[in-house]
C-alpha cells in the first residue's frame, strides 16, 4: 500500500512540474507579446515625431531660401 501512494505521489509531483513549465513557457510567449507591442509603439512614435520635424525643417528651409525679409515665411 505505501509504495502505490509513493508511486501516485511521484506522478502527480511529475504532472504538476510539467505543468509549471508549460506556465513558464506561456510567460516568456506574453513577454515576447509585450516587446513586441512596445517596439511597435516607439516606431510609431519615431515616425510621428519625424514627420512633424521635417514638416518645422521644410518650412524654416523655405524662410531662408526665400532671403533676408521674407514676406511669405508664417509664425510656427
Known amino acids: 500500500m505505501l509504495s502505490y501512494l509513493s508511486v501516485t505521489f511521484a506522478y502527480v ?5 510539467q505543468l509549471q513549465d508549460r ?6 510567449v506574453e513577454y515576447a507579446l509585450m516587446v513586441a507591442i512596445v517596439a511597435l509603439l516607439l516606431v510609431g512614435g519615431f515616425i510621428a515625431l519625424f514627420s512633424t520635424v521635417k514638416d518645422r525643417y521644410d518650412v524654416v528651409g523655405d524662410c531662408v531660401a526665400s532671403g533676408p525679409n ?4 508664417t509664425a510656427p
Open 23 to 28: 506556465e513558464q513557457g506561456v510567460t516568456a
Open 70 to 73: 521674407p514676406t511669405t515665411c
Open 13 to 17: 509531483r511529475a504532472r504538476l512540474g
